[in-house]
């Protein structure tokens, strides 16, 4: 069992940057995939960042690729986003999620997180 809590949304101007984190509780975080997924107010939730748990693989959505870093610290539980370069379309509450060895669905998709935390609203103003 892995609880998650996210941290480190808030209101930011358009160009701005803001990190959030994510901390996990439990010993086994290393053995999770982690990733960041956002849901826009009337949308489907959508995958923005994914870090594998052995190698540290990166994945992106391509809205955010080369503007968004995720990163992932083992020795304190705690995976990260750092946004750079905000847009108003980034506005969305960020969710945190973690995939155990068990899942079967793929990576990309919200079926594939066995875990999940409570959000961060994030607000970028034009």
């Known amino acids: 069992q892995v609880q998650l809590v996210e941290s480190g949304g808030g209101l930011v101007q358009a160009g701005g940057s803001l990190r959030l984190s994510c901390a996990a509780s439990?010993?086994?975080?290393?053995?999770?995939?982690m990733a960041w997924f956002r849901q826009a107010p009337g949308k489907e939730r959508e995958l923005v960042a994914v870090?594998?748990?052995?190698?540290?693989?990166?994945y992106y959505a391509a809205s955010v690729k080369g503007r968004f870093t995720i990163s992932r610290d083992n020795a304190k539980n705690t995976v990260y986003l750092q946004m750079n370069s905000l847009k108003p379309e980034d506005t969305a509450v960020y969710y945190c999620?973690?995939?155990?060895?068990?899942?079967?669905?793929?990576?990309?998709?919200?079926?594939?997180?066995?875990?999940w935390g409570q959000g961060t609203q994030v607000t970028v103003s034009s």
């Open positions: 870090i594998t748990r052995n190698d540290g693989l990166t």
């Open positions: 439990g010993r086994t975080f290393s053995s999770y995939t």
């Open positions: 999620a973690a995939r155990s060895l068990r899942a079967s669905s793929t990576l990309y998709s919200t079926d594939g997180y066995d875990y």
